[in-house]
């Protein structure tokens, strides 16, 4: 059974005005959708330059200016990018002094983002940055010791075959998740036949999952 490659994810997209409001709850959908990506360590990165881009149409394009942010996968990067109308006022690259207050969002993008571009279009400006991961693959996960012991043990447990192509995702997602409630099921076996205390092994597992998962999180 392949399961490194189960964690789907898909484009999207979000429409908004470019108005100060809106940067709290773009950080917040940020932070939820690269959560459920598993992309934890991205999170902080991620939510610093979509604040830096959005903030640059507010003071450059003006506020109210209809916006679009994308956030997607580009091979095991994560791509953000923020779609504004005005192809005149592009983000420029500066070395502000220390006391200034202005000018220093792409300055921050360049710092956290592996790369930062600008795509121009017949009515659209793209600005966009890219932040490394620490996937192998795009649809596999963010490496860690426990995941890639779970990893390992799940490949000995038998998953039927996905009828159809266009089935893996979602439903490979689904189908890994019951083969790794079958291995805990069987753990669980496993300690009652030897006469441990299923019940205490899972609080004391879920306290580990839980301090170690905080360590993870800024």
Known sequence: MEVDHCMPRKPWELPFLAEPREVAGLRRIVRLHLTRWG???????????VSELVSNVITHVGRGTPTTLV?????????IEVHDPDTRALPTLLAPEREAEAGRGIALVDTVADAWGVILRADT???????VTSLSSTEGHAGSLHVTRAEAL?????????????AR??????????????????????????????????????????AEAQGAVP
């Open 39 to 49: 992309l934890h360590e991205s999170v902080e990165a991620a939510q610093l330059c």
């Open 71 to 79: 956030v997607a996968m580009r091979g095991t990067r994560l791509r």
């Open 125 to 131: 400006k793209v600005t966009w940055c890219e932040l």
């Open 154 to 166: 799940l490949g000995f447990y038998t998953v039927p075959e996905l009828p159809r192509a266009e």
């Open 169 to 210: 995702g979602r439903l490979r997602l689904a189908t890994a998740e019951e083969a790794a409630i079958d291995v805990i099921a069987d753990l669980l076996h496993w300690l009652h036949a030897h006469g441990c205390d299923p019940d205490e092994a899972l609080d004391r597992a879920q306290m580990h999952f839980e």
